[in-house]
């Protein structure tokens, strides 16, 4: 018989009074999932990794005030958010954020000519999605990246679930210009 | 025929492919899609983004992060345990500093009404009882040989 692997809210519980490893095994959970969402925000590998480091830090902060009628996951996000944009408005840079031009963007195999293709088309789609206004760009994260329902992104930016399906939308549709634009 | 007025805005689309519609609209929009020149290809187009827009979730840092952030984790204090509130044991535990306190005050009452009111006290003794005394009437000291009259 296997035992199932505590939930977010257990090991967050377990953090509030104190208990490192439980925080430890959140951090393991989530850290590829905030890095990637405040490396796309930031479109910086280094201020990624560091980001990634001071959102744990502030959650284990501010878990004191954490009550369990939150979603774990959705609290940590916000403050991800959070981070990323204060980084942003201190570069007073919120509009165009492309990748470092040496991050490697997929990890995927297969042979090198489809390989090198879904670089490329990975490669522009990030482009495009650095040229999102910072508000677009996360909606779009999270939903199309993170998997949030609508209700579960409003939870985390505090709007209501119709902005987020208004703003989701033109998103979509910057990012289709965007994309048409660079292939043409 | 129709025109491009009758079509569902970008959103409907958008909120199609993510399931996030009533069961009404959304067979609506799917079925009008279906036939529709506009709306068919666009509904093609956010579908293949959002595919596209989830490979990105391959993203790693490529370092496990969990020893620094550990590193720099300030230790919480424990909070102490409380007994509970109204137990009977946590009145009695009180009843020795109580006693304590309690001797401590009625000693101190003693001790200024002494000072206070102590000269003021003048014990009344019979005329009678002063036989008795070791000091005899009209004497001075009890120790001093001179005062007595030996006999004499």
């Known amino acids: 018989m296997t035992q199932s692997e505590p939930t977010d809210r257990e090991f967050a519980h377990l953090s509030q009074q104190g208990d490192h490893g439980a925080f430890s095994r959140l951090v393991r959970r989530y850290q590829d999932r905030i890095y990637r969402f405040i490396l796309r925000m930031v479109g910086s590998h280094d201020e990624a990794i560091e980001l990634t480091q001071d959102t744990f830090i502030k959650a284990w902060q501010a878990l004191p005030e954490w009550r369990p009628e939150a979603e774990f996951r959705t609290w940590l996000f916000r403050i991800a958010s959070n981070m990323a944009l204060d980084c942003l408005r201190r570069r007073k840079v919120v509009q165009f954020v492309a990748l470092d031009e040496n991050y490697d963007v997929s990890d995927e195999t297969g042979n090198p000519e489809t390989l090198l293709r879904t670089k490329q088309r990975l490669r522009a789609l990030d482009l495009a999605l650095g040229r999102l206004p910072h508000d677009q760009r996360e909606v779009v994260l999270l939903r199309d990246v993170e998997d949030m329902s609508y209700a579960e992104i409003s939870a985390t930016l505090r709007i209501n679930e119709g902005t987020v399906k208004s703003r989701l939308a033109r998103a979509r549709e910057a990012l289709l210009a965007y994309r048409k634009r660079e292939n043409a | ?152």
């Open chain 2, 1 to 152: 025929m129709k025109s491009e007025s009758d079509c569902p805005r970008t959103e409907q689309l958008s909120a199609l492919i993510d399931d996030e519609l009533a069961a009404e609209p959304r067979e609506d929009i799917a079925s009008h899609a279906a036939v529709c020149p506009l709306c068919g290809p666009l509904l093609l187009e956010l579908t293949e983004q959002r595919a596209l827009m989830h490979s990105l979730a391959g993203t790693r840092p490529g370092v496990d992060l969990g020893p620094e952030i550990e590193r720099r984790l300030a230790p919480r204090p424990r909070p102490r345990p409380r007994p509970a509130e109204g137990s009977w044991w946590r009145g009695w535990r009180l009843a020795p500093a109580g006693l304590a306190a309690a001797s401590v005050l009625a000693t101190g009452i003693y001790s200024g009404a002494l000072l206070t009111a102590g000269a003021g006290i003048a014990v009344a003794r019979p005329t009678a009882m002063a036989a008795f005394d070791p000091v005899p009437p009209g004497g001075i000291c009890v120790g001093v040989p001179s005062c007595y009259s030996r006999g004499r």
